[in-house]
């Protein structure tokens, strides 16, 4: 059972538009949820985070969204560039079984078009 | 600082051969994982350690070992390898148990079971 959920494998976006990346949960012990960004054989680097008792999180052209309600959160990139083209990993942790491990989704892969 | 390094980066392997695949930090980081991810699949954890001597199961541990001898290394080792463990492996280190302590990732290894 997928406990986080990235429905959209590919995500394509024109230069300087906005690319907007969604993330579902299913388990309400999650209380804290990252974005992975990863290029080509490299390995994933840490993008943004956000903790449950908040909603929004920026970084620089980098937002993250939580909406605990409908159990979402997205990433807002603006404006994007081309050196975004990566796949970007949505995980979340929470006392699972005792422990707070992460717990990844599938990821998105998205290109901006220059 | 190198962060985590992988040894070695590709490995092809016939069906029931064994391997052991080094993971290092310089980062002085407590914890270490081991992930694998799959094609259109999110990173698993197969094994983690909380420490030197310690090591603990995580999601898809079956098939695998692990050591952790020093604070700075993490070994996984394949006894025999099965075409069902074609990957990429991923090792990570993260300072402490906090579900909020960002992982550090390594470049990978792609192993290949024939």
């Known amino acids: 059972d997928q406990q986080v959920k990235q429905n959209s494998p590919s995500l394509s976006v024109q230069e300087g538009r906005i690319s907007i990346l969604n993330c579902d949960y299913t388990?309400?012990?999650?209380?804290?949820f990252l974005w992975y960004k990863k290029y080509p054989a490299e390995g994933p680097t840490f993008l943004i985070s956000?903790?449950?008792?908040?909603d929004k999180n920026e970084d620089g052209r980098f937002t993250v969204f939580l909406n605990k309600s409908a159990k979402h959160l997205s990433l807002h990139i603006v404006p994007s560039q081309p050196g975004d083209s990566a796949v970007y990993f949505c995980?979340?942790?929470?006392?699972?079984?005792?422990?707070?491990?992460?717990?990844f989704g599938k990821g998105t892969k998205l290109s901006v078009i220059p | 600082n190198a962060g985590v390094t992988q040894t070695p980066k590709f490995r092809v392997l016939k069906t029931g051969q064994s391997m052991t695949l080094l993971c290092a930090q310089d980062?002085?980081?407590?914890?270490m994982y081991w992930y694998r991810q799959d094609p259109g699949m999110g990173l698993r954890l197969i094994h983690y350690?909380?420490?030197?001597?310690?090591?603990a199961k995580g999601e898809v541990p079956d098939g695998y070992n692990v050591s952790r001898l020093k604070k700075q290394n993490f070994l996984l080792g394949l006894e025999s390898a099965a075409p069902s463990q074609t990957s990429v492996y991923f090792c990570?280190?993260?300072?402490?148990?906090?579900?909020?302590?960002?992982?550090?990732f390594g470049p990978g290894t792609r192993l290949t079971v024939l």
């Open positions: 956000i903790s449950s008792i908040k």
């Open positions: 350690s909380v420490g030197e001597g310690t090591t």
């Open positions: 995980a979340a942790s929470g006392p699972l079984a005792g422990s707070y491990q992460l717990t």
């Open positions: 990570a280190s993260s300072y402490s148990i906090s579900h909020t302590d960002t992982q550090y």
């Open positions: 388990n309400s012990m999650f209380d804290y």
């Open positions: 980062m002085n980081h407590e914890y």
